[in-house]
T-cell receptor, first 113, second 112 residues
Framework: SQTIHQWPATLVQPVGSPLSLECTVE??????LYWYRQAAGRGLQLLFY??????ISSEVPQNLSASRPQDRQFILSSKKLLLSDSGFYLC????????????FGSGTQLSVL | AQSVSQHNHHVILSEAASLELGCNYS??????LFWYVQYPGQHLQLLLK??????LVKGIKGFEAEFIKSKFSFNLRKPSVQWSDTAEYFC??????????FGAGTRLFVKA
């Protein structure tokens, strides 16, 4: 069966420090991968999505970037964190069909101090 | 740009009351539509989805939704809510490029 791993679960980082959040999927090939940020009252804001290795679509211009170095690995990064980067980050994957549902990771609570 | 609007941010109902949560999207092409639910302390899970055929779709736990193409709407309904339906509900749209965007969510509180 397919599983999605996202880590770390919580992270506290100082302003100006780098960031790397990792997400991996097991049990499937060529998944569509997504990074969202969830904030109270704002729902899930789509940050990046990828339909294949090296293919990244960015939805919100900001201080973050994403990479997909392997088929089932999706990384969210920043060179220098801002206070406004604090939030709850969710990784998700879906299969090849447009009508397939998303499967979510357990999320990372990021606090930038 | 594509967007999803959920009309109500907070809804409070008594048990056995009927529920309707509004969802409108803006996108001119073919879409696939979803409702997800997030119970307190849990991950998001799929309630129901529409991609073609009968515009009235039925999901888990007695929920249903109707796709009205002319109104760009996909409203969620349940005839009689229960205390256990207390949760946050999200409408989502997937476009042809696999982009999936969510609405801001509606927090439902059902009074016992």
């Amino acid at each position: 069966s397919q599983t999605i791993h996202q880590w770390p679960a919580t992270l506290v980082q100082p302003v100006g420090s780098p960031l790397s959040l990792e997400c991996t999927v097991e049990g499937t090939s060529n998944p569509n991968l997504y990074w969202y940020r969830q904030a109270a009252g704002r729902g899930l804001q789509l940050l990046f999505y990828s339909v294949g290795i090296g293919q990244i679509s960015s939805e919100v211009p900001q201080n973050l970037s994403a990479s997909r170095p392997q088929d089932r690995q999706f990384i969210l990064s920043s060179k220098k964190l801002l206070l406004s980067d604090s939030g709850f980050y969710l990784c998700a994957w879906r299969g090849a069909g447009l009508n397939e549902k998303l499967f979510f990771g357990s999320g990372t609570q990021l606090s930038v101090l | 740009a594509q967007s999803v609007s959920q009309h109500n941010h907070h809804v409070i109902l008594s048990e056995a009351a009927s529920l309707e949560l509004g969802c409108n999207y803006s996108y001119g092409g073919t879409v696939n539509l979803f409702w997800y639910v997030q119970y307190p302390g849990q991950h998001l899970q799929l309630l129901l989805k529409y991609f073609s055929g009968d515009p009235l779709v039925k999901g888990i736990k007695g929920f249903e939704a109707e796709f009205i193409k002319s109104k760009f709407s996909f409203n969620l309904r349940k005839p009689s809510v229960q205390w256990s339906d207390t949760a946050e509900y999200f409408c989502a749209v997937t476009t042809g490029g696999f982009k999936t965007i969510f609405g801001a969510g509606t927090r439902l509180f059902v009074k016992a």
